[in-house]
T-cell receptor, first 117, second 113 residues
């Protein structure tokens, strides 16, 4: 069965610090997708990134970067020079592909990030 | 596109009443998902549709919950009768294809008193 673990329940940093949010997943499938979502205090879920299991290339988007390592089943998310507006709950999610059909998202429990001014 | 639209945003109802949550997915998306978010259980999938057909409803808590998708642009999640433990935020999401990212609505915060 698929499982996503976000061991960090809460993280607090001071503005301009770098912060890494950890995500470890479990799956028996060789083909799967990994996602990160952001949930700000307003409550909506905002899509940040999708990665497929065959693409281990790291990705950078502005202050955001993602490190995908199949060897350790991890898909970590780093925010560089954090800002107060980055304060939110961040969810990692997994979607397995079985028989050519991707299943629904399985979410981790989320990490509450607080960036202090 | 306006994104996934859910209504109402907030709903307060008395125990035993029927509650209907509504969702309009993004046009052209073939998949529609209903999720529930609570402090205790986090985000959990209730049911999802592909081309208006329910594919997996194993997450629906019990027979009090039902979901329909009469056409490609509308879905409902109904709880009858509602109970206090149904209080949660209910999200609707849609995706273009299998494996692509799901886009979420703003959620409906349900409170059953």
């Amino acid at each position: 069965a698929q499982k996503v673990t976000q061991a960090q329940t809460e993280i607090s940093v001071v503005e301009k610090e770098d912060v890494t949010l950890d995500c470890v997943y479990e799956t028996r499938d060789t083909t799967y997708y990994l996602f990160w979502y952001k949930q700000p205090p307003s409550g909506e879920l905002v899509f940040l990134i999708r990665r497929n299991s065959f693409d281990e290339q790291n990705e950078i988007s502005g202050r955001y970067s993602w490190n995908f390592q199949k060897s350790t089943s991890s898909f970590n998310f780093t925010i560089t020079a954090s800002q107060v507006v980055d304060s939110a709950v961040y969810f990692c999610a997994l979607s397995e592909v079985t028989s050519g059909s991707a299943r629904q998202l399985t979410f981790g429990s989320g990490t509450q990030l607080t960036v202090l001014p | 596109d306006a994104g996934v639209i859910q209504s109402p945003r907030h709903e307060v109802t008395e125990m035993g009443q029927e509650v209907t949550l509504r969702c309009k997915p993004i046009s052209g998306h073939d998949y529609l998902f209903w999720y529930r978010q609570t402090m205790m259980r986090g985000l959990e999938l209730l049911i999802y549709f592909n081309n208006n057909v329910p594919i997996d409803d194993s997450g629906m808590p019990e027979d009090r919950f039902s979901a329909k998708m009469p056409n490609a642009s509308f879905s409902t999640l109904k709880i009858q009768p509602s109970e206090p433990r149904d209080s949660a935020v209910y999200f609707c999401a849609s995706s273009f294809n299998e494996g692509t990212e799901a886009f979420f609505g703003q959620g409906t915060r349900l409170t059953v008193v």
